[in-house]
């Protein structure tokens, strides 16, 4: 890995407006995405620890 790579994090660039509240919006749609499975009765299929699994609604 070159230095140049390994400085990315300092770098003191402008950050791009569209990708600030990118995470937030992310949580947001999972969580709404979660509710209208639950409310249907079905499951999501999510990716959790390199394993495709389906989360299935509390009842």
Do not use: H, W, Y
């Not at 919006?25 to 995405?33: E, I, Q, S, T, V």
């Amino acid at each position: 890995m070159s230095a140049e790579k390994a400085d990315v994090g300092n770098d003191k660039r402008k950050r791009d407006p569209d990708f600030i509240n990118a995470e937030i919006a992310l949580k947001r749609a999972a969580l709404k995405a979660r509710q209208r499975a639950a409310q249907a009765g079905i499951g999501v299929i999510v990716l959790k620890d390199g394993q495709i699994t389906e989360e299935l609604p509390d009842t």
